[in-house]
């Protein structure tokens, strides 16, 4: 079973940038989807990117653009950098890896980081 912890989140103004990482550990990390969701208050977790063992992506489309996810396999490390941020990017991220065994979807989650984005 992965462990992920995250780190990176904070205050930043509007149009600023943030970087969030998120290390792995506990397992092999080429077994997993990595991606970075985030759950504003209120509101249903939603995907913000996803990244596979190969490199490729997925945003949703609020973030298309403005967010960049990537991983860096040997070091077992996922980020997410993330420009021109705006307050409705004001959410707790969470680094998620998840794999597929047998059909069913396995998921793993971080603590969770606060990014506030405000003026």
Known sequence: QVQLVESGG???????SLRLS????GSIFSRYV???YRQAPG???DLVATI???GSTNYSDSVKGRFTISRDNAKNTVDLQMNSLTP???AVYYCN???WVLGSRFNYWGQGTQVTVSS
């Open 10 to 16: 904070g205050l930043v103004q509007p149009g600023g």
């Open 22 to 25: 998120c290390a792995a550990s």
């Open 34 to 36: 990595m991606g970075w």
């Open 43 to 45: 509101k249903q977790r």
């Open 52 to 54: 596979t063992v190969t």
């Open 88 to 90: 409705e990017d004001t």
């Open 97 to 99: 890896a998840h794999e």
